[in-house]
């Protein structure tokens, strides 16, 4: 099965897992309360700044990021956090779709994958 390190795991899902200098997130929901996109989205940031820490990595090392919006009317909303976070020096590659998320007070999900530094 290989070196496989699991964090935050529960009966259900583990928020990060390592694996072959690998990171792979778990979706990253708000915990904030607030219904403005840019809130939610700065605060998934920053989960994802804290899971990839704890994984041995960093936004720098993020190879790839979905993005699930509730509405695609938030897009611009969702890039303002994200453009202010995002490693402008390392960039990954990106896809942002409408989907339906699992909470209708969630407007913004995003999921990563990283490599270990």
């Known amino acids: 099965m290989g070196n496989i390190q699991r964090l935050g795991s529960g009966e259900r899902l583990s928020e990060a897992v390592v694996a072959n200098g690998f990171v792979f997130l778990s979706g990253m929901v708000p915990e904030v309360a607030s219904d403005n996109v840019t809130v939610q989205t700065a605060d998934v940031l920053c989960q994802i700044d804290t899971w990839l820490a704890q994984a041995g990595s960093d936004k720098a090392h993020i190879l790839e990021a979905t993005i699930f919006l509730a509405d695609m ?3 611009a909303g969702m890039n303002a956090a994200w453009d202010a976070w995002v490693d402008t020096q390392n960039t990954p ?4 779709v409408e989907a339906k998320l699992a909470k209708p007070e969630w407007r913004v999900e995003i999921k990563v994958s990283a490599l270990v530094k």
């Open 73 to 75: 009317d938030d897009y």
């Open 93 to 96: 590659a990106r896809a942002c």
